[in-house]
């Protein structure tokens, strides 16, 4: 009776430190799924961008968050070239909605689209280009007017804020 006893006291721990684990596995799994990191070039050197809050010069890798229903609206600037505004392309993720659904449903409409690992910034020809491998062909895409605009309009209102400040 006691070795019984002692066998499901044993077995319940066991149990436990499997769920601990697996529960500690997903959370890590989630927050690690809530960034990307993006290459950004451009094929002509000395352009600078900024991305939200982030400023560098090209070409760079950095960190970004995914996100449902954000944009990221860039800045790029090139020497003899008008500033090209616009928002980046972002990758739907469609095996993280998946993960969601199953595992935590009120979670599944956060972070459903990131960044590409690959963009080309060209300001000469106001096109931005990106591709999830760095075997794929590029995906050009013009930002639309009011997705210029828009851009525009955070740039300047943050310079004005800065500013003020």
Not at 5 to 33: D, N, P, V, W
Not at 54 to 66: D, R, Y
Not at 76 to 103: R, W
């Amino acid at each position: 009776m006691e070795l019984k006893l002692a066998e499901l006291q044993q077995s319940g721990i066991r149990g436990k430190m499997k769920t601990s684990i697996c529960f500690a596995a997903m959370a890590t799994l989630l927050l690690a799924a809530c960034s990307s990191v993006t290459t950004i070039t451009s094929p002509h050197p000395g352009t600078t961008v900024a991305v939200r809050e982030k400023h560098f010069t090209l070409p760079a890798s950095e960190k970004l968050k995914g996100t449902s229903f954000g944009n990221y609206e860039f800045k790029a600037v090139e020497t003899g070239f008008e500033p090209f505004y616009g928002i980046l392309p972002l990758s739907f993720k469609g095996g993280h909605l998946a993960v969601d659904i199953i595992f935590f449903a009120p979670a599944a409409f956060f972070n459903l689209r990131e960044v590409f690992p690959f963009y080309q910034i060209d300001v000469e020809k106001n096109v931005i280009r990106y591709r999830k491998t760095e075997q794929d062909e590029w995906q050009e895409y013009h930002p639309k007017a009011e997705e210029s605009a828009r851009a525009r309009v955070y740039f300047n209102e943050k310079n004005a804020t800065a500013q003020t400040h």
